[in-house]
T-cell receptor, first 113, second 113 residues
């Protein structure tokens, strides 16, 4: 079955540091890949997505590249801010039109000023 | 455009009772998915409804059921509640025809005593 393995947290960084959160996946076929973010007391928000190999998703300074050869979709940001503190989830859906998302365990990120 | 709304936001029930949660999707969205979020199991897919039909189902017991109405609003029901059903229940809506971009509601926090 499908699975997503995500970097264990929590992660604590200083403001303006470089961020990487690792994500690898197992899926049949050609999944779509996503990063979602959850702020305290809220639901999930889509941060970025990629639907085919070598696609790069980007939003709010965050980036992730769909690497089929390494089955990875690592999240990066060059300079984090305190407002980036949240829980980040990597997810996949295994085919177009399939709304079922398989999530990683989530990585709690805390940015200190 | 209004986002996904879920009611109630908080619920406290006792073991053996049943509960119904409601989700109103974004206007025009025809797909509604439900997820259970717990600290131990993370985010798990319950089921998805599209145009009033269940299109996908996760690995949950039959005590968990759902339905979707003609206006795309959805309800999920849990019968004979167990302590382990305590969780944040998230609803997500999508058009069902794009690259699985799902929009999540704030969730209903269910506590079973």
């Amino acid at each position: 079955g499908n699975s997503v393995t995500q970097m264990e947290g929590p992660v604590t960084l200083s403001e303006e540091a470089f961020l990487t959160i690792n994500c690898t996946y197992t899926a049949t076929g050609y999944p779509s890949l996503f990063w979602y973010v959850q702020y305290p007391g809220e639901g999930l928000q889509l941060l970025l997505k990629a639907t085919k190999a070598d696609d790069k998703g980007s939003n709010k300074g965050f980036e992730a590249t769909y690497r089929k050869e390494t089955t990875s979709f690592h999240l990066e940001k060059g300079s984090v801010q305190v407002s980036d503190s949240a829980v980040y989830f990597c997810a996949l859906s295994d085919r177009f039109g399939n709304e079922k998302l398989t999530f990683g365990t989530g990585t709690r990120l805390t940015i200190i000023p | 455009k209004a986002g996904v709304t879920q009611t109630p936001r908080y619920l406290i029930k006792t073991r053996g009772q049943q509960v119904t949660l409601s989700c109103s999707p974004i206007s025009g969205h025809r797909s509604v998915s439900w997820y259970q979020q717990t600290p131990g199991q993370g985010l798990q897919f319950l089921f998805e409804y599209f145009s009033e039909t269940q299109r996908n189902k996760g690995n949950f017991p039959g005590r968990f059921s759902g339905r979707q109405f003609s206006n795309s609003r959805s309800e999920m029901n849990v019968s004979t509640l167990e302590l382990g059903d305590s969780a944040l229940y998230l609803c997500a809506s999508s058009s069902g025809t794009t690259y699985n971009e799902q929009f999540f509601g704030p969730g209903t926090r269910l506590t079973v005593l």
